[in-house]
T-cell receptor, first 111, second 113 residues
């Protein structure tokens, strides 16, 4: 079955440092989405990537979709305490109609 | 529209009891999904509906679980003869034709004692 893996599992950074989380799929993906879940909250949609090699930016967040459409990354520049939470990627393969979520990267930002 | 609504927020039940959760999706969304999330893990797919039709059910879902979406609007998820392993957050999400992002509800946290 489809598997979506994320690394690292945890990341502790000092406020102002950069952060990157990586997502890898065992199969070629049609789309990939990224979500953020605050502690005690529910996943909130951030962005969707569809095209091979696509790069999208949202303020300090940069999202990339690999050329082979099997991996993706989320990079946060100059983290802030408001970035604290767990970041999930979710992949949609060509054969499925629902997104499979990775296990997430939990980000802690020390002020 | 205030987004996806789930009830109850919390449910504590004794092992062996039946429980039912409700999800009210965003009204314009034709797709509704149920996911389960345990601590430290990502949401795990359970089942999804397009309008009133249940199109897919995870193999992880035992026959104790059943979901309905009778009129293509709200959905219910029932768990019969609950077990301690059923303890988790049950998340509902909706979308329009599976495009764009899912909008998740706040979830129902189930504790089986």
């Amino acid at each position: 079955g489809q598997q979506v893996m994320q690394i690292p599992q945890y990341q502790h950074v000092q406020e102002g440092e950069d952060f990157t989380t990586y997502c890898n799929s065992s199969t070629t993906l049609s789309n990939i989405q990224w979500y953020k879940q605050r502690p005690g909250g529910h996943p909130v949609f951030l962005i969707q990537l569809v095209k091979s090699g696509e790069v999208k930016k949202q303020k300090r967040l940069t999202f990339q979709f690999g050329e082979a459409k099997k991996n993706s990354s989320l990079h946060i520049t100059a983290t802030q305490t408001t970035d604290v939470g767990t970041y999930f990627c979710a992949g949609l393969s060509n054969n499925f109609n629902k997104f499979y979520f990775g296990s997430g990267t939990k980000l802690n930002v020390k002020p | 529209d205030t987004g996806v609504s789930q009830n109850p927020r919390h449910k504590i039940t004794k092992r062996g009891q039946n429980v039912t959760f409700r999800c009210d999706p965003i009204s314009e969304h034709n797709r509704l999904y149920w996911y389960r999330q345990t601590l430290g893990q990502g949401p795990e797919f359970l089942t999804y509906f397009q309008n009133e039709a249940q199109l897919e059910k995870s193999r992880l879902l035992s026959d104790r679980f059943s979901a309905e979406r009778p009129k293509g609007s709200f959905s219910t998820l029932e768990i019969q003869r609950t077990e301690q392993g059923d303890s988790a957050m049950y998340l509902c999400a909706s979308s329009f034709d599976g495009e764009d992002g899912y909008t998740f509800g706040s979830g129902t946290r189930l504790t089986v004692v």
